[in-house]
């Protein structure tokens, strides 16, 4: 049995006009080995946000389920963290708070010394030495995020569950950033479902990429394998034969999918 | 100092010296003990008052520290409990927008009623004045508190209640780390309405029950024709108004947020 199945996930929304139901994705079914980085790509609208939230049990699926290491989940917990693209950092608390109420709510029975030296490992980990006390207003976009994966990190979760972690990140700032995401698997081989729409960030971090049709009734339409040696750099990769090949690949498959949604509009 | 603010200063210092000249002019002509008491004359009431705030010759003759001692531990009592229940409420309602539509109606009906018309009803029912005074600053610093409580509630970000999800904290921590610091900028705005309108009401709900406090204090110098000491307690009033507003705008700039 796979570590993370998703078993043939269905989501339909009350229609706009308040008649009927949109579907957003149809059927979708695959799988997830025990430290996997799996990364899921479509255009907008195809309900990859909308699956993720569903894994972590923030939306319930219409047909179908999610089921985890044997067992169906249908609520949030502490097995499957999130880290969001808009961060989600809880604004009056501090850098070092934010990740401590997770670390917290993992080992409730932990005293306060163990959690606060296990916080502040995390902390160093994703570079934040010294911005402890800041609040979330305080910094940039790219370090914000590092609070998120510190945080999502600390409680050593079953599967972290990435949605569009880099979207909101200056164009400089996050290569820094997936470097960082890719050494702290690296370092702790966590079962990941990533979502994104960036086919180089997708190739760059994930071990096999899924690829959505465009919503609605999206569908699964292929799930292609990242034949790359770990670890990778980025400056290798850009000449790597392979990679080219994969970029056109998924490239080509977007684009077709745009051109396809364009006829079927006009 | 910057120039704009020598500038606010001087128009402030100008502005009160032309209305204590004003006034002062207006009773200047008027024969002795007659017409309203000038400046002057208030200011040296307000010297002996101040000099023996806490002086207690029986029930009728109190210093003015007494009565304002009096008044602020009225307020106190109804404040803080109405706060508590607003704020309980308040949690309550924004958590589930269903019943607060269901109650929203007889909250707007309670709502602009003065807080004063409750007391025939404490009267009789406590058949205690100084309680009943109490239950009327409660009354009177509901529903601020409470309207926005549930407003702030009511629109925390889904995101940080859905960390809250994930983190499958218990809703007692649920309460403290998330929900009161999310909603707290909302809630300290409706606590500092709340204090304005308790200290307006407590000098009519003293007026009415009459003993001790400030509300009584001005009533009784009425009836004693004694219009300095009237004019001296307004002063004091609006000054602990003021202060007890700054206390509250301390607390809601410690715990105001930006995203």
């Excluded at chain 2, 309680?131 to 409580?149: E, G, K, R, Y």
Aim: proline share 5%.
């Amino acid at each position: 049995m796979a570590f993370l199945e998703i078993d043939h996930v269905t989501k339909h929304f009350p229609a706009p006009d308040g008649r009927g139901a949109v579907c957003v994705f149809r059927d979708v079914a695959f799988a997830i080995e025990e430290g996997e980085f799996l990364t899921m790509i479509g255009h907008s609208g195809c309900g990859k946000s909308t699956l993720l939230n569903i894994i972590a049990g923030l939306e319930r699926p219409s047909e179908g389920g999610v089921v985890l290491e044997g067992r169906e989940v249908a609520r949030p917990g502490m097995d499957r963290m999130v880290v969001f693209q808009n961060f989600s950092l809880m604004p009056w608390m501090t850098v070092f708070e934010n990740v401590r109420l997770a670390v917290r709510a993992a080992h409730p029975d932990w005293s306060r010394r163990a959690v606060t030296a296990w916080v502040q490992r995390y902390v160093d980990m994703v570079g934040l030495t010294g911005a402890e006390d800041k609040r979330p207003a305080a910094l940039s976009g790219g370090m914000r995020q590092r609070v998120g994966l510190a945080r999502a990190f600390s409680t050593e979760p079953k599967v972290l569950l990435l949605d569009e972690p880099f979207a909101q990140i200056d164009a400089l700032t996050r290569g820094v950033i997936q470097d960082e995401l890719m050494r702290m698997w690296n370092a702790t081989r966590n079962t990941v479902f990533m979502v994104t729409h960036d086919v180089d960030e997708a190739i760059l971090l994930s071990d096999r990429i899924a690829l959505m049709t465009s919503g609605p009734e999206a569908r699964l339409a292929e799930i292609v394998e990242v034949k790359l040696a770990r670890p990778r750099l980025r400056a290798e990769l850009l000449d790597d034969p392979e990679y080219v090949r994969l970029r056109a690949h998924i490239l080509r498959f977007l684009v077709e999918g745009a051109r396809r949604e364009a006829a079927l509009a006009g | 100092m910057s120039r704009d603010r020598i500038r606010v200063l001087l128009i402030s210092l100008l502005v009160g010296a032309l209305f204590l000249a004003v006034w002062q002019a207006s009773v200047a002509r008027q024969p002795k003990g007659k017409g309203l008491p000038g400046p002057a004359a208030v200011a040296q009431t307000a010297w002996e008052m101040l000099r023996h705030p806490f002086y207690d010759n029986g029930p009728n003759d109190k210093g003015i520290g007494l009565q304002l001692g009096a008044s602020l531990g009225r307020l106190a009592a109804g404040y803080v409990a109405a706060s508590v229940v607003a704020v309980m409420l308040g949690v309550t309602f924004g958590l589930s927008p269903t019943l607060y539509r269901a109650v929203n109606p007889y909250i707007q009906v309670l709502k602009p009623v003065s807080p004063l018309a409750w007391m025939p009803l404490f009267l009789y029912a406590l058949k205690d004045s100084g309680q009943s005074a109490i239950l009327v600053i409660f009354m009177s610093s509901l529903w601020p508190t409470l309207a926005n409580t549930a407003f702030g509630v009511a629109s925390i970000k889904r995101d940080y209640l859905h960390v809250a999800a994930i983190l499958q904290l218990s809703w007692w921590r649920r309460l403290v780390t998330v929900i009161l610091p999310a909603a707290a900028p909302a809630i300290v705005a409706g606590l500092r309405i709340s204090i304005g309108s308790a200290w307006v009401a407590i000098v009519a709900a003293e007026m009415l029950i009459g003993g001790t406090g400030i509300g009584y204090f001005v009533w009784n110098e009425w009836n004693n024709l004694a219009l300095t000491s009237v004019i001296f307690a307004i002063l004091a009033i609006g000054l602990i108004g003021v202060l007890l507003d700054a206390g509250l705008g301390r607390l809601s700039r410690r715990l105001a947020w930006s995203e």
